[in-house]
């Protein structure tokens, strides 16, 4: 029987696999070096000269705080800046008079992508002893100024008494700090006939 199969030497013989073993090996790396610059896989994410996605306040600091007072059951309240990002909102920070241009500065653990700035802009807390409602009785924020380190933003906010929801200021902006300061707040009203009182606070800011 004649074998009409190609003669090769015998030194083509052996090479022939080790080279297709060494570009088995190339095309395998290849493919995780694309993977982890595409951020493909399941371990995909940020390559290491991107901001970290997360925005995360580290600490916070402020230009004012009013000193502790007393509801009326007793119970002792504190107004520093950490109040207003402890996800409670009945908590605040809080300063005396109107507040116009006091601040509130928020460190952010490493450089951050922030989209919006959110807060409260008043005393969001109803007196648990005899009801008196806290968010009508002091000042609320009606202009504020938003600063991080592209620049600032400034916006109007809604000061209706019954409404304590979050609001949002548009910011856009990747950044290490946001500062939030208080431009114009409108005055407070007589609540269960106690006199309204003459300060402004920011009940929570959320940062995303």
Known sequence: MTDDRPHRPPLVRY?????????ATVAVALLVV????T??????????DEPA????VS??????????SRDSRGTPT?????HAVDGDPATAWRCDGDGAGQHITLELAGPARVTRIGLVPGLAKTDPGDGTDRYAQNRRIAQVRVSTDAGDVEAGLETDAGDRVVQYVD????TRSVTLTILRSVPGSEQNG?????SVAISEIVVS
């Open 53 to 56: 996605a997360a925005p995360v």
């Open 15 to 23: 090479l022939m696999p080790v080279a297709a073993g060494f570009l």
């Open 39 to 48: 951020g493909g896989g399941s371990g995909g994410g940020a390559t290491a």
């Open 194 to 198: 106690q006199a309204a009182i003459d």
């Open 171 to 174: 910011v856009g902006a990747t």
């Open 34 to 37: 694309f993977g982890r610059s």
């Open 78 to 82: 504190s107004y520093e800046p950490a």
């Open 59 to 68: 600490a916070a600091s402020a230009s004012c705080a009013r000193g502790p």
